[in-house]
């Protein structure tokens, strides 16, 4: 049987793992990135479950992008989920099956999906608002405002860099 990792658990273990020894040096950014949206990645996890909403992060904020731009083009979805054609089929089904979006095609071009928001979808991001500020405010905690200034700045210039 397969047993859930804890979040300390799993702080541990990318802590310790060198997986882009190429990116070596303490002064290096990227291995501290990979290994806070990795953390991230957990923590909002064990959140949201331990919260009652059985989804992931990943699903979250999907829910959230089609909530704020409206419906989208179903391969527009596959950029933020990282995902290929046939693994974004079956993200979308699964979100599908919890009626929290619906495939409706382009009244435009009938070829195209756009994903939809359902009443459920949107019911279940405005019931869970305040549990989503506070898994930000738990994560920010200890974090002034200047401080967090100026990291989304670095992080802007690296992706400003990553675009050349």
């Known amino acids: ?3 859930q990792p804890t979040l300390l658990h799993l702080r541990s273990y990318y802590y310790s793992v060198k997986e882009l020894d190429f990116f070596a040096g ?13 953390c991230v990645d957990a923590f909002v996890s064990q959140e949201l479950a331990a919260g009652g909403v059985p989804l992931s992060r990943k699903q979250m904020v999907v829910l959230k992008i089609i909530y704020t731009n409206g419906p989208l083009p179903q391969n527009d979805l596959a950029f933020v ?14 979100l599908e099956k ?8 382009s009244k435009d ?3 195209v999906n756009l994903i939809h928001l359902t009443k459920q979808g949107e019911k279940l991001l405005k019931d869970n608002l305040p549990m989503f500020q506070n898994i930000a405010a738990k994560m920010h905690k200890g974090i002034s405002m200047e401080d967090r200034k ?3 700045d670095i992080l802007r210039k690296i992706q400003e860099n990553t675009k050349k």
């Open 81 to 94: 989920t990282d995902r290929d054609k046939a693994s974004l089929t079956r993200f979308i089904n699964t």
């Open 98 to 105: 919890k009626n929290l979006v619906a495939r409706i095609p």
């Open 109 to 111: 071009d009938k070829r």
């Open 150 to 152: 100026v990291v989304i």
């Open 1 to 3: 049987m397969h047993t």
């Open 26 to 38: 303490e002064e290096n950014i990227v291995p501290w990135m990979v290994k806070t949206m990795k």
